[in-house]
């Protein structure tokens, strides 16, 4: 299913065989790409100033994202309070993670030890579940398209931060579709932002359309920015000129559990024809 591989800040992460790629970025480290596209681009922090922090963790993984929000949160203000909603296709992932997991996060390992034991069934999923005076964590075990069909909305306007981390939009696209980010744009609150490891026009296009104003992010472990996003964001003039181009054509996914491969060559069924030269029919008069 998966194997260990080694990031650059030492953490290690897992590599799937099913989508051929790490759970995190190899060139940046784990823990390093969660504080930097992730917590801080988000503005988690000033959150938890604030008192308060909700969370959507779109595609949990092995935790370390919500691991690191919370070790954050609290660092920053002990007496702030952090719910936090996630989903996650792969409970084995979950449950390798607690064998590998970073030195910086060994002090939480208990929040993965009582989601893994805490199991309660809810709205059709199985649900991992962490409950504490400061901290709330449910996670929803499926595929990430049914899940958020279903409990979108149930938690409209939840998220101050969405942390949106599946695989690549070439292996995944289904969770990177205009409607997909349609049912992320439900859940959060119009002062809410949200974060992405993706530079993808295509991925950029789809946000913007589906309501969010969208940024450049930062670069970390590779030459590529990342993106951040909000309703209250004015979207930035050089994103926006590339969306007219042929390759900006977003992934779409109307009835929202297509199959992958559908997804993908759709886009570039689209794409293609968008390049290509029409030469025009001559009409000929009899």
Request: one cysteine or more.
């Amino acid at each position: 299913m998966t194997k260990e591989v080694k990031t650059e800040d030492g953490s290690l992460t897992l590599f799937s065989e099913e989508f051929k790629e790490p759970y995190h970025s190899i060139t940046a480290g784990a823990i390093t790409e969660a504080v930097k596209k992730f917590i801080e681009p988000t503005g988690l922090k000033g959150k938890a100033k604030e008192g308060k922090v909700n969370l959507l963790d779109s595609c949990f993984g092995l935790g370390y994202n919500t691991l690191t929000a919370v070790k954050e949160t609290l660092k920053e203000n002990p007496k702030a309070e952090i719910q936090v909603l996630a989903f996650e296709k792969d409970l084995k992932v979950i449950e390798k993670a607690l064998k590998i997991l970073p030195q910086e996060l060994k002090p939480y390992s208990f929040i993965l030890k009582e989601l893994l034991k805490n199991k309660q069934s809810y709205k059709g999923f199985l649900t991992l579940n962490f409950v504490s005076q400061r901290v709330k964590i449910k996670v929803f075990i499926g595929e990430g398209r049914k899940v958020l069909r279903k409990i979108s909305p149930l938690y409209k306007g939840f998220a101050d931060a969405i942390f949106h981390d599946p695989f690549s939009p070439r292996v995944n696209p289904e969770l990177w579709t205009y409607e997909f980010f349609l049912l992320l744009r439900k859940t959060i609150k119009e002062e809410g932002t949200l974060a992405t490891y993706s530079s993808s026009t295509p991925v950029r296009k789809a946000l913007y359309m589906a309501g969010f104003g969208v940024k450049e992010g930062v670069a970390i472990g590779r030459k590529s920015t990342s993106t951040v996003a909000s309703p209250l964001f004015e979207t930035e003039p050089s994103i926006l000129k590339k969306f007219s181009l042929p390759s900006a054509v977003p992934y779409r996914d109307p009835t929202l559990q297509e199959p992958r491969e559908l997804i993908r060559n759709r886009q570039r069924w689209c794409v293609k024809a968008l390049k290509r030269k029409y030469r025009p029919i001559p009409i000929y008069h009899i």
